[in-house]
């Protein structure tokens, strides 16, 4: 099921319904302030490398953040990348997964600020087709502020259904 959606400033969000396998992780569970966020994403991205690098490993996709509130002084957050299979946790770093089920998704492209034009655009469409999500939101980064300019920045979007 897809739909094209006109977002605003001419923005067409392609968002698609699809069936999402189980998917293994290990990420790093925290509360910090929207301000803190980039920070706490490098910290946790890093550890979780280095240790992913210890046990001979790879990350299977792109890095993820799970937002489990909206609260921008105390975001309760979920950073991590997915893995090809299940493996032990270490310290902070959680062995878990992405729960099996349907999801909506969208790419966002350009500053990751610009993104609640696509927010907008998939609550809308879910709730036109009276679909119910979990209420919590991934976001998969596909590149970095490092790697490329702010318009070029690629954020799949993704809300998890009941």
Not at 73 to 78: H, I, P, R, S, T
Not at 86 to 99: D, H, P, V
């Amino acid at each position: 099921d897809r739909a094209l959606i006109k977002g605003g400033k001419n923005m067409d969000y392609k968002i698609e319904l699809t069936e999402q396998p189980v998917q293994p992780v290990l990420s790093i569970r925290k509360r910090t302030s929207v301000q803190n966020l980039p920070q706490e994403i490098g910290k946790a991205y890093g550890e979780i490398i280095a240790y992913l690098n210890e046990i001979g490993e790879q990350p299977s996709g792109a890095p993820f953040a799970a937002y489990y509130n909206m609260d921008m002084e105390n975001l309760d957050v979920e950073l991590g990348f997915p893995v090809s299979r299940a493996f032990e946790g270490r310290g902070e770093i959680k062995a878990g997964q992405i729960a099996e089920g349907k999801q909506v998704s969208c790419m966002h492209k350009g500053p990751y600020e610009a993104s609640a034009a696509a927010y907008d655009a998939m609550t809308g469409w879910v709730e036109e087709k009276g679909h119910i999500p979990t209420g919590v939101a991934y976001e998969f980064y596909f590149n970095s502020p490092m790697e490329v300019p702010e318009s070029e920045l690629l954020t799949k979007i993704v809300f998890p259904l009941k």
